[in-house]
């Protein structure tokens, strides 16, 4: 069975760092693009970027690019989302993806960031 | 970048009866279209991908259809548990994007 779990729910202040993961198992991980949605509070889904764990090859939304940065170990099947410096607008639930096609999510991580 | 839209925004329907969401591009995307179902607090969930390719588990009532720029989600016969917003992806070219949503209620 296609699996991917996420890391658990954060709480940070503004300012700080964070690197959010997602493992996959049940498949051939080295195969099959990650890709990072997000879902702000009451919103829709939106597209931030997705990487070719067999080749770390990347590309970003415009959106997002230089705000984050995608990454993975696929020594241990696992992607992840990074954050330099946290703003309160990255308050939101985080979503990993399996392939272009999206056809198996992660349960989400909510990230939330207040002073 | 593709823009995606989706009609209605939202609709509200009957058990039984035949629901239709359409997804239309700002340009061609072949058939590299896919639909997600999302509940509340609960992860997206694949239901159709390459515009009419049913996911592996869900009902037969989903169906997909559409090219190039307009796409449609049929639900044959709503049931109570398809309740949710709806979204589609297009993943023909970078950046991928979304759909805004369409948000079903059982009457």
């Known amino acids: 069975e296609v699996q991917l779990v996420q890391s658990g729910a954060e709480v940070k202040k503004p300012g700080e760092s964070l690197k959010i993961s997602c493992k996959g198992s049940?498949?051939?991980?080295?195969?099959?693009?990650i890709a990072w949605v997000r879902q702000m509070p009451g919103k829709g889904l939106e597209w931030m970027g997705i990487?070719?764990?067999?080749?770390?090859?990347?590309r970003y939304s415009p959106s997002f690019q230089g705000q984050v940065t995608i990454s993975v170990d696929k020594s241990i099947s696992t992607a992840y989302l990074q954050w330099n410096s946290l703003k309160a607008s990255d308050t939101a639930m985080y979503f990993c993806?399996?392939?272009?096609?999206?056809?198996?999510w992660g349960q989400g991580t909510l990230v939330t960031v207040s002073s | 970048d593709i823009q995606m839209t989706q009609s209605p925004s939202s609709l509200s329907a009957s058990v039984g009866d035949r629901v239709t969401i359409t997804c239309r591009a700002s340009?061609?995307?072949?058939?590299?279209l896919g639909w997600y179902q999302q509940k509340p607090g609960k992860a997206p969930k694949c239901l159709i991908y390459?515009?009419?390719t049913l996911q592996s588990g869900v009902p037969s009532r989903f169906s997909g259809s559409g090219s190039g720029t307009e796409f449609t989600l049929t639900i044959s016969s709503l049931q109570p548990e398809d309740f949710g917003t709806y979204y589609c992806?297009?993943?023909?070219?970078?950046?991928?994007?979304f759909g805004p949503g369409t948000k079903v209620d059982i009457k």
């Open positions: 340009q061609g995307v072949k058939n590299d």
């Open positions: 993806a399996r392939s272009l096609r999206h056809d198996s």
């Open positions: 390459a515009t009419s």
């Open positions: 990487i070719y764990p067999g080749d770390s090859a990347i």
């Open positions: 992806l297009q993943h023909n070219d970078y950046p991928l994007t």
């Open positions: 049940g498949y051939s991980f080295s195969a099959y693009w």
